[in-house]
């Protein structure tokens, strides 16, 4: 049971502010994922609940407890780091073991709980084996189960992933989904990885420069987001936005667009708040995945110049303008033989489209 | 990587040539304290002895002050290096891992003890220990000795404990380990490689020490092996055979240190910690 509140936190070194003013609830049991750029300050923020890092102003509260200015290991949280962090002198068992030892667990019970971690992470026949002796992928387990073992309130992840190959990472992502809910502890987790994010979390908060930009579930932040730059962050690729010019609204309240990109001269969406004033110019975000299969229902019918085709398989990516800042991206489906510099008649439903301000809000 | 037979050809000479300059002095001194007396004064040197003798060894070990120099320097030295670790391994953390103001001057400052040739600091030393009464005793030299090793020892481990990567104290202290914990379970066995650099160059630094053992000490029986054994040179006047079969022997309690400690400075100790 353990339920994580920030308010008002704030760090700052020297005159540089790497955390403004960020409150955030997190939810007993809940997988809260940290996501953003480099520089976001989504492991300082980690670290400031760990306890490495002390706040500026604000506080940290831990089932109500005030832990602000506790000792990191007073905080019932335990934390697995980038690099692991093993102890290299020590044995796998010794080093889950050390937290423990440090707070007074007798040896016999050490040895069992140890045990118990070690089978729930598959690394009993590793237990007398040092570290440098491990593969990548155990190491990250014994980081893990070092945290496990000391039954700690919340986990914290920095990066926990990152150190692995493409293939090991995904068989660890799903361990880690797994002991979650195996578990049922509060985690939280931090990457720059949008996949991880997208496919582990309960809920994503998504930072920039210091700032919340927004907090939701994967879907949430996906269909529905706050603003340009968490619109661009998550989906893969990227999602693309055209500069368009509005030319009116609707009864309903849609606004008329000219899509110049697009060859569309009546284009209508209906914006977020429909009774907000919308005119100028603004940007159309369209996902590449929605760029949807000549004659769908209910769509309007674009043509996209096939500057450069990337065949997957499955799928395709087709860019417009490759290299360019107007490059549009679409996923393209049965299509296995459209070449480039050819051209691709594609449908726009208006319902999947977003609008954004010119400076980045969404409209 | 793929060398040319050239590049092989210059480091094998290379090798051999320092090999060469490094060991036959050495090998001149093993050889010659074997030798009989008008073997090592032949007109012709001989680089393998034809006579064997332990004759130099015998009047060394039971003819002369010879062992009591020894030990003298055994316990300046011994305990030189220990006081000097003791202090060092805990100072070098600080410096590392505390935050107080001045603590980069500070740092800076204790390099200062270098900066004087040892020669200048005599005499005032000297008056000082003379108004504690500390003249002609072992205890002298073994400040003296801890004083100068110091500034380089704490130096060198500080960037030793650099060089241990910050997430695993970090990982300590999540563990709930206090300093002192995490400076003795954790950083010193990091560190070994550091701690035996440092002790070795402690323990020659004391070992070889010959300026302040010679002005500091006074009576015959409290001299170091330096001081002493340059007395016998004089006192017999130059019997070489002796003076070989000392510096053999003087050279070998640093010879059984490196043989030691040796099998810890292994590299990359820390690997398997991170990535």
Known sequence: MAELQIRGLRKAFGDTEVISNVDLTVKDGEFVVFVGPSGCGKSTLLRMIAGLETATAGNISIDGRDVSNADPSKRGIAMVFQTYALYPHMTVEENMGFGLEMSGVPSAERKRLVRKAAETLHLEPYLARKPRQLSGGQRQRVAIGRAIVRDPKIFLFDEPLSNLDAELRVRMRIEIAKLHSDLGATMIYVTHDQVEAMTLASRIVVLRDGRIEQVGTPMELYNDPDNRFVAGFIGSPKMNFVPVRVKGRTESGAVKLEVEALGLKDFAILPRNPSAPIEGSIFLGIRPEHFEPAGTAGGATVRLPVGAIEHLGGISYAYSDPGQETSLAAEIRGMPDLKAGSEVTLTVRPQTCLLFSQSGERL | ?275
């Open chain 2, 1 to 275: 990587m793929r060398r040319s037979l050239a590049s092989n050809i210059l480091l094998a000479f290379s090798i051999t040539f320092l090999v060469l300059l490094i060991g036959l002095p050495f090998w001149w001194v093993l050889s010659g304290s074997f030798k009989l007396p008008q073997e090592i004064i032949a007109r012709v040197p001989t680089m393998f002895p034809h006579s064997f003798t332990l004759q130099h060894f015998g009047k060394l070990l039971s003819g002369s002050d010879y062992p009591v120099y020894m030990a003298n320097s055994l316990i300046v030295a011994g305990l030189s290096t220990v006081i000097t670790l003791v202090l060092a391994v805990p100072a070098a953390y600080a410096f590392f891992r505390l935050a107080f103001p001045g603590r980069e001057m500070l740092y800076r400052a204790i390099l200062l003890a270098y900066a004087f040739p040892s020669i200048v600091v005599l005499i005032p030393l000297f008056g000082m220990f003379a108004r504690i009464g500390l003249i002609d005793t072992l205890a002298a030299l073994v400040i003296i000795n801890v004083t100068f090793a110091l500034p380089f020892s704490i130096w060198m481990l500080r960037s030793f404990f650099a060089s241990v990567p910050k997430e695993i104290e970090e990982a300590a202290v999540m563990d709930g380990a206090p300093p002192t914990v995490i400076l003795r379970r954790i950083m010193i066995p990091l560190v070994t490689p550091g701690i035996a650099s440092v002790g070795i160059f402690a323990f020659i630094s004391a070992w070889t020490e010959y300026v302040f053992a010679s002005v500091l000490i006074v009576s015959d029986a409290r001299r170091t092996v330096p001081v002493g054994f340059s007395g016998i040179i004089g006192q017999y006047q130059i019997d070489w055979g002796l003076l070989l079969a000392g510096a053999g022997l003087a050279v070998l309690p640093v010879v059984i240190l490196f043989a030691l400690v040796g099998r810890w400075f292994v590299s990359g100790l820390t690997e398997g910690a991170v990535k």
